[in-house]
C-alpha cells in the first residue's frame, strides 16, 4: 500500500498529514483540542489502521504523524483557533463534501476542545476571557456539529457526534461561571439535537459525556488557585493528592469504549461513571 508525508510547519491554518491510499472503507474521526492532555491520549488511541482521523488542534504534534506512519493510518492536522468557529466549521464542511461517503464506514465527531479562563468570580471575569471560554467551549461545538451533520447527512454509514461535557455543566462551581456555562449549554444542546436526528432515516447518534476527573493542565490551574478566589480549591488538591485523578489515557480509554458501544446515543446526557 502506497503511502506519502505532507507536513506544513508554520501560519496558522495549515496542516500535516499522513495520508495513505486507498481509502475505502476507513472509519472517520474528527477530533477537536488533540494536541495534550485526554485529546491527545485518545487521538493516540485512534491511529489505527483502517482508521482516517482528522486533528483539529491549534498545534501540531509531530509524535502523531510517527504513530500514524507507524500504525499505517491515515492522519491529517489542521492548526486552527476554534474560537473562530464559523470559519473552522465552513473548513470542516467544504473538505467533507469533498469526500466520498461510500468511502467511509463510520464518521464521527468529537467535540473535545475547551477553555478554562481566569479562575475568579464573575464581577472579576475578563470580558474577553468569557468570550472565549465560550466561542471554544460551547459555540465551535454547535457549529462543528451542524457542519459534520449536514455535509454527512447523505453518507450510508454510521454517524455520531460525541461532546466531551464535564460534571461542572451539571453542577455549579463558584468562580467557574463561563466554563459551567459552556457545559452546561452543550449538554443541552445535545439534548435538542438528539431530537433532531431522531427524526431522521439515518440519523446519527449524539451524546454528551462527562468523562470523569482527570489529571490534566486543567487540574494543575484548578489546584493553584487562589484560595481567596476559588473556594473549592482544597478538594481539587485532595483529588490529586489522594491519588483520585483518572490518567489521560485511561480516560481516553473510557470515553472510546462508551463511543464504541452498541447503546450510544441511548442517554443523550452520560457520565462514564454511570
Not at 13 to 37: D, E, K, V
Not at 46 to 60: A, E, F, M, N, V
Not at 115 to 134: F, G, N
Not at 182 to 206: I, Q, S, W, Y
Amino acid at each position: 500500500m502506497r503511502h506519502f508525508n505532507q507536513n506544513h510547519q508554520g501560519r496558522q491554518g495549515q496542516s500535516s498529514a499522513f495520508i495513505m491510499t486507498p481509502m475505502t472503507h476507513q472509519h472517520l474521526t474528527i477530533l477537536t483540542g488533540a494536541s495534550r492532555g485526554m485529546g491527545l491520549a485518545m487521538a493516540e488511541q485512534l491511529i489505527q489502521s483502517g482508521h482516517t482521523l482528522l486533528c483539529i488542534s491549534r498545534q501540531l504534534n509531530p509524535s502523531l504523524a510517527s504513530l500514524a506512519q507507524a500504525k499505517g493510518a491515515t492522519l491529517i492536522q489542521w492548526t486552527e483557533d476554534l474560537a473562530q468557529g464559523a470559519a473552522v466549521s465552513r473548513k470542516l464542511e467544504a473538505w467533507l463534501q469533498s469526500q466520498t461517503g461510500a468511502n467511509f464506514a463510520s464518521a464521527t465527531l468529537i467535540n473535545n476542545a475547551g477553555v478554562i479562563p481566569r479562575i475568579t468570580p464573575l464581577s472579576q471575569s475578563d470580558a474577553d476571557d468569557l468570550a472565549q471560554a465560550l466561542r471554544v467551549g460551547l459555540e465551535a461545538p454547535m457549529q462543528l456539529s451542524a457542519a459534520f451533520l449536514r455535509s454527512t447527512e447523505s453518507w450510508n454509514c454510521s454517524r455520531k457526534v460525541l461532546n466531551i461535557s464535564s460534571g461542572l455543566g451539571r453542577r455549579a462551581m463558584a468562580s467557574q461561571s463561563a466554563y459551567c456555562a459552556a457545559k452546561a449549554g452543550m449538554d443541552h444542546f445535545t439534548r435538542c439535537l438528539a431530537l433532531d436526528e431522531a427524526l431522521k432515516p439515518n440519523g446519527a447518534k449524539v451524546c454528551a459525556l462527562a468523562p470523569g476527573v482527570i489529571d490534566t493542565d486543567m487540574q494543575v490551574q484548578l489546584r493553584g488557585a487562589d484560595d481567596a478566589l476559588f473556594p473549592d480549591r482544597k478538594g481539587f488538591a485532595g483529588l490529586h493528592q489522594g491519588g483520585q485523578l483518572s490518567s489521560p489515557a485511561d480516560a481516553a480509554k473510557n470515553v472510546l469504549a462508551v463511543l464504541a458501544r452498541a447503546d450510544f446515543g441511548e442517554r443523550p446526557v452520560a457520565d462514564v461513571r454511570d
